[in-house]
């Protein structure tokens, strides 16, 4: 899974801004893995300025975590409402909708 990345970076600091992006390029993993059958082995961060990669391996103890994150997660979110206003970063308020049902889970 590669995922390019246009945030202004310098070389020796990539560990934390890419730390910052784990979560999401977890939920692409899981995501492929629904839609190809397969789950991705790595996931790649390019980050464009510089041009350096960060390397995310994911293994089993490293997926279990991630699950257990989005699930409790997914359950904060249910027990509020179906939509709220979240802001999952000061820069960048965002609204966050709960589907109906998620296909993965099977979540209501």
């Known amino acids: 899974m590669l995922d390019y990345k246009s945030n202004q970076v310098h070389a020796a600091g ?3 801004p890419a730390e910052n992006y ?7 993993n899981l995501a ?6 397969v789950a991705p082995v790595e996931s790649v961060l390019h980050f464009l300025r510089p041009a350096t ?4 391996a994911w293994g089993d103890a490293e997926r279990a975590a991630r699950v257990e994150l989005i699930d409790s997660a997914i359950q904060a979110e249910l027990a509020v409402g179906p939509a709220r206003s979240v802001n999952f970063n000061a820069e960048a308020p965002r609204t966050l909708r709960i589907a109906e049902e998620c296909k993965i889970y099977g979540y209501r």
């Open 53 to 56: 990669e960060f390397v995310f």
């Open 22 to 28: 784990a979560l999401q390029m977890f939920v692409y």
């Open 32 to 37: 492929c893995e629904e839609a190809i059958g």
């Open 14 to 16: 990539i560990p934390q």
